[in-house]
């Protein structure tokens, strides 16, 4: 039993009120009742048996298809919040935003259009959400969005989804990260659906900075182009410009100009060295480069691997780093004593001293006629 409150027209009607040694009060509208106030101080409103869950106070509201509550300012409904067999909802009425506070601050916001702000409740029209945090260098934890998968297996990570879809037609685009062989270094990925069973990967950015198209492993350079078609560029340089002297490609040490790709004309590029008489000092004539150039050692070789398989003229590096060294770039070996960066050669280099000794034979040769003359021979 309970203590009642009854609101009645039964009998003498009015105001009709029961009491016993329960702990409970119960109120009533037509002798039913309405509302239950449990001994624990839980509320039931619409059940005579509110919802007890230990060290909490509790207010259960149950109705027939809906439990439901409204709220309302100035006569006007401004809120609403039900549950039912389906689902439940909190919703702000009309064309209003919902706002959801802690420690008295907004923390989040949804506005009439259902786009949502966190940490703003200032959201552009055309953003279904906006992240507001604080600024911060991205080395550190200053991050407004984590998405988290707890893996560490080598391959598996996090990811997002991008959609663009009409009907069966449907674009994708997904940006992740994934752990890399150790487990304890991410790489960042890029998939473009193409229509097959999966979404392959076609960009990675490894955890030590290199940019990897086509692959998924590599460290032998910053940027590594891989592909399998003979009618595909690995990189395409274009210029909109077809007068003057184009530029496409820069090569600097520790910012001082080393050399550029440039294209003076449709039909042509030049690869060039830095030779700016301002870029230089202590300017002389050469000396003879005869004895260098007869001591370069010309061969003729097999490649081993992948290459054509004769050169009829050549050099071998090792032998040419004596004799001309600045056209030689010295390779470097694994710990095993496999090749890391092969030994080269830059025949450009060459050039200046063939140029050299080809001016020296024809001194010689201008010499040696103005004898001949002078000799009547």
């Keep these: 039993m309970a203590s009642t409150i009854n609101s009645t027209t039964t009998g003498s009607g009015g105001l009709i009120t029961t009491g016993d040694a329960s702990n409970e009060l119960q109120i009533q509208t037509a002798d039913t009742t309405r509302m239950t106030i449990n001994s624990s101080g839980n509320v039931g409103v619409g059940t005579t048996s509110p919802l007890s869950v230990a060290n909490q106070t509790s207010v259960t509201i149950n109705g027939t298809n809906y439990g439901r509550v409204d709220l309302y300012s100035g006569g006007s409904q401004r809120a609403y919040w039900y ?77 997002i989804r991008l959609n663009a879809s009409s009907g069966s037609n449907e674009a994708i685009g997904v940006i992740g990260v994934v752990n890399e062989a150790s487990g304890l270094a991410g790489a960042m990925t890029f998939h473009v659906y193409d229509l097959g069973a999966t979404i392959p990967e076609r960009m990675r950015l490894t955890s030590a900075g290199n940019l990897l198209f086509g692959t998924t492993s590599a460290s032998d350079a910053r ?81 081993k691997e992948n290459r054509s398989p004769h050169q009829d003229f050549g050099f071998i590096a090792q032998e040419l780093v004596d004799v001309i060294p600045e056209a030689v770039t010295v390779g470097t070996d694994n710990e095993d004593g496999t090749v890391k960066m092969p030994w080269g050669v830059d025949y450009s280099h060459i050039v200046p001293r063939l140029v050299k000794a080809i001016q020296e034979l024809k001194a010689e040769n201008d010499a040696l006629k103005a004898r001949l003359d002078a000799a009547g021979l």
């Design 223 to 303: 940027i590594n182009t891989y592909h399998d078609n003979t009618a595909l560029y690995s990189l395409d340089c274009n210029s909109s410009s077809n007068t003057g002297t184009q530029y496409y490609l820069n090569f600097k040490r520790q910012g001082t100009a080393a050399g550029y790709l440039t294209s003076n004309n449709s039909t042509s590029v030049q690869l060039n060295n830095t030779s700016d008489v301002r870029l230089k000092e202590n300017i002389q004539d050469a000396g003879s480069a005869l004895p260098s150039v007869m001591a370069a050692q010309v061969r003729q070789f097999d490649w």
């Design 83 to 159: 549950g039912y067999s389906s689902g439940s909802a909190l919703g702000a009425a009309g064309a209003t935003y919902l706002a959801f506070d802690t420690n008295s601050s907004e923390r989040m916001r949804i506005d009439s259009s259902g786009n949502v702000g966190i940490g703003t409740s200032s959201i552009d029209s055309w953003a279904k959400l906006k992240i507001q945090g604080t600024a911060g260098a991205q080395t550190g934890a200053a991050q407004q969005l984590i998405i988290s998968a707890p893996t560490t297996t080598a391959g598996q990570g996090a990811g």
